[in-house]
């Protein structure tokens, strides 16, 4: 898709990752699905559901009295925007300042290393 992805709250987004694994799903599923953290009742579920249907992230199949919900975006699309966004705010968008961050502060094993080199290899062969 190409147009703007709406901004997605945390809760939403634990939604999202549900529907992403198995979708559509009833609100019911969902709820059944979500992770044991979150000890959500139905009617947040459903709230949740609601929020993301207006914002045009989520749509609805009405089968009768069943509404079967699915993602209109892929998770890949979401993540994306997601960390533009991060990039932004909080490195004034300047890519390598993060990446620079997180390596410096990460314990990389040779694997994340040697994986890393090739992305940036592939990449660089890209230009």
């Given at each position: 898709?190409?147009?703007?992805?709406?901004?997605?709250?945390?809760?939403?987004?634990?939604?999202?990752?549900?529907?992403?694994?198995?979708?559509?799903?009833?609100?019911?599923?969902?709820?059944?699905s979500l992770p044991a953290?979150?000890?959500?009742?139905?009617?947040?579920?459903?709230?949740?559901?609601?929020?993301?249907?207006?914002?045009?992230?989520?749509?609805?199949?009405?089968?009768?009295?069943?509404?079967?919900?699915?993602?209109?975006?892929?998770?890949?699309?979401?993540?994306?925007?997601?960390?533009?966004?991060?990039?932004?705010?909080?490195?004034?968008?300047?890519?390598?300042?993060?990446?620079?961050?997180?390596?410096?502060?990460?314990?990389?094993?040779?694997?994340?290393?040697k994986e890393l080199r090739?992305?940036?290899?592939?990449?660089?062969?890209?230009?």
């Amino acid at each position: 898709m190409t147009k703007k992805i709406p901004t997605i709250s945390e809760s939403e987004w634990v939604v999202l990752k549900v529907l992403w694994e198995k979708g559509p799903q009833t609100a019911s599923d969902i709820n059944s699905s979500l992770p044991a953290y979150t000890d959500w009742n139905p009617k947040t579920v459903r709230t949740l559901l609601d929020r993301l249907t207006k914002k045009e992230v989520v749509g609805v199949h009405k089968n009768q009295r069943v509404y079967a919900f699915y993602p209109l975006y892929s998770q890949d699309e979401c993540q994306r925007d997601k960390t533009k966004s991060f990039v932004k705010r909080f490195y004034d968008g300047t890519l390598k300042s993060m990446l620079v961050q997180f390596i410096q502060d990460e314990d990389l094993s040779e694997e994340d290393i040697k994986e890393l080199r090739s992305i940036l290899d592939k990449k660089q062969n890209k230009k």
